[in-house]
């Protein structure tokens, strides 16, 4: 199953996969190798990037609750973003008024 293609360079066709990850068209010109270490796993390493991509991976410590992990992780984030956005508008809010009132 293809998932992407793009085209190197010097115009050789990359494809990319579930099952072989990436792979050239012409097989006289591979692709980088996989490493000998990690060749023959279980899972692949796309598989490991899926799985930590859909918070699957957390199943294991979380149970069930998984399913909450990414959407509480982003409420968080936006938190934070929306918190430093306000204290830097503040900051920025007295640095003008100062020097432009006086």
């Known amino acids: 199953m293809i998932t992407g293609?793009?085209?190197?360079?010097?115009?050789?066709?990359?494809?990319?996969g579930f099952n072989k990850g990436a792979f050239a068209r012409?097989?006289?010109k591979p692709?980088?190798?996989?490493?000998?270490e990690i060749a023959h796993q279980p899972?692949?390493?796309?598989?490991?990037a899926?799985?930590?991509?859909?918070?699957?991976?957390?199943?294991v410590l979380f149970g069930r609750l998984y399913i909450l992990f990414i959407p509480l992780v982003g409420l968080?984030?936006?938190f934070i973003l929306i918190?430093?956005?306000?204290i830097w508008f503040k900051s920025r809010k007295k640095k003008l008024g100062k020097g432009f009132y006086e």
């Open 31 to 36: 692709f980088v190798e996989m490493p000998p």
């Open 43 to 48: 899972i692949s390493l796309w598989n490991v």
């Open 5 to 16: 293609m793009t085209s190197d360079y010097n115009g050789e066709e990359i494809y990319f």
């Open 26 to 28: 012409n097989p006289q």
């Open 50 to 59: 899926l799985e930590f991509h859909t918070a699957r991976i957390y199943k």
């Open 76 to 78: 968080f984030v936006l």
């Open 83 to 86: 918190s430093g956005f306000l």
